[in-house]
């Protein structure tokens, strides 16, 4: 038997499903394509597969991807905190920077750099290096000007550890004949030297010098830093009375280091005759003190102990030259037991038939010293009966002698 459905009703039925299919299926813009699933369905597998037939287990697969991805993960900060690096400063910085700028700015007076200038220019100007306590008097009976240096307080600290080692040099310009140097104070911002020192000037001459004092910090070992100065022109000044002050000290110039010349010297002991020899080889460059352009040089030696003079022994005078040829041997008894204390020191004068000799230059080897002086003494101990040949830099006479006050440690 056949079941008869109307036609009407067929056609109600496939509207509804119609509507029903429609009902549950998403938009066009909803639907991944195809083609795209399923090539990354076929890109998964093939990974899969490649890693199921890689010769090597799992977890070191997995090991080398921790690595990889760390790897990425550092780049990746690297180039963030490159950005970040660039960005502008922060506020307060900017603001700090910006201060002349906008002051400037504000007045449309000057560019900011120049006001920049000024402020580093005053505040180097105002730099604090301490101050002197001096006393200054002149002797009329004996045309003598006497240099009082008392004491100094909170003294610019120019060492490593916070402090220096002050002394003070005191000389009159333009001439710079004589210089006097207090003692070292060591380790002191504070320190208190109490020593005075007179120059013979007639008193008609001082209208037209500056005194000049200058506190150093030495360093056995290298330049001595100029902590601070007061120079001060004897024209401002009224010497009727005694005068005694304080004064702040201004930043000073590191005076310029003057060329006197060089000398050759040799040294030789013999430990079981306790003989020293020292030989005056020759010397070079040395300064001009003659009006001619010359000089009239001869050598000094001092034999030192523990700070006593032992010998004294000196070179002939080589006429009108600056390359003196000496090559002339001294020698000192000094027992083996002193050996390791003994200092000579080696001058160079000019002679003046008429005045006094001036000295050109100074040097001195053996305990204490620094640099060549100590290596050739050093040299000759552990070469006992065989000659140590060394050249050294003369210096100025009062820096050797406030090199040699300097306690050694």
């Not at 180097?124 to 100094?152: M, P, S």
């Not at 060492?159 to 380790?187: A, C, H, N, W």
């Not at 201004?250 to 013999?270: A, F, H, M, T, W």
């Not at 000192?332 to 000579?344: G, L, N, S, T, Y």
Request: proline content about 6%.
């Amino acid at each position: 038997m056949q079941l008869v459905i109307p036609h009407h009703r067929m056609q109600r039925a496939a509207e509804h499903e119609g509507e029903l299919e429609e009902e549950f299926t998403l938009p066009p813009s909803h639907h991944l394509p195809a083609h795209h699933s399923h090539s990354f369905m076929e890109m998964k597998n093939r990974f899969f597969n490649e890693l199921g037939h890689l010769p090597m287990p799992m977890w070191a697969v997995g090991a080398i991807v921790v690595v990889v991805l760390a790897l990425v993960g550092c780049f990746a900060f690297c180039i963030y905190k490159k950005g970040l690096g660039g960005k502008n400063p922060p506020k307060k910085a900017r603001k700090r920077k910006a201060g002349p700028v906008q002051r400037k700015n504000e007045g449309g007076g000057e560019p900011a750099q120049e006001e920049t200038k000024k402020e580093a220019g005053e505040e180097k100007e105002h730099a604090y290096f301490g101050k002197l306590e001096y006393t200054l008097d002149y002797n009329f009976t004996e045309n003598q000007f006497i240099v009082g240096i008392l004491q100094a307080q909170d003294l610019a600290a120019m060492d490593i550890g916070g402090t220096s080692d002050p002394y003070v040099k005191v000389y009159m310009l333009p001439d710079k004949k004589k210089k006097f140097e207090t003692k070292i104070q060591r380790k002191n911002l504070c320190p208190v030297f109490n020593e005075t020192f007179s120059f013979k000037v007639p008193f008609n001459d001082l209208a037209g010098q500056i005194l000049v004092l200058q506190v150093f910090d030495f360093d056995r070992f290298g330049k001595h830093d100029v902590i601070g100065e007061i120079k001060i022109p004897m024209n401002s000044i009224d010497l009727a009375q005694p005068i005694h002050e304080w004064r702040d000290l201004i930043g000073g110039d590191k005076e310029q280091q003057e060329k006197l010349g060089d000398i050759c010297i040799s040294l030789r002991y013999v430990p079981t005759s306790g003989k020293l020899t020292v030989c005056v080889m020759e010397a070079k460059n040395l300064k001009k003190m003659d009006v001619g352009g010359l000089s009239d040089p001869f050598v000094k030696i001092i034999l030192q102990h523990n700070g006593k003079r032992l010998k004294k022994k000196k070179t002939t005078v080589k006429q009108n030259t600056l390359n003196p040829y000496f090559n002339e041997s001294f020698s000192f008894e000094v027992p083996f037991a002193q050996i390791q204390k003994v200092q000579v020191m080696i001058t160079v004068y000019d002679y003046d038939k008429l005045g006094s000799n001036d000295p050109i230059g100074k040097c001195w080897i053996g305990y204490g010293a620094s640099g060549v002086g100590l290596r050739q003494w050093s040299d000759m101990l552990a070469n006992p009966r065989r000659p140590v040949a060394q050249w050294h830099t003369l210096l100025p006479e009062e820096e050797v002698d406030v090199a040699l006050k300097a306690p050694v440690h």
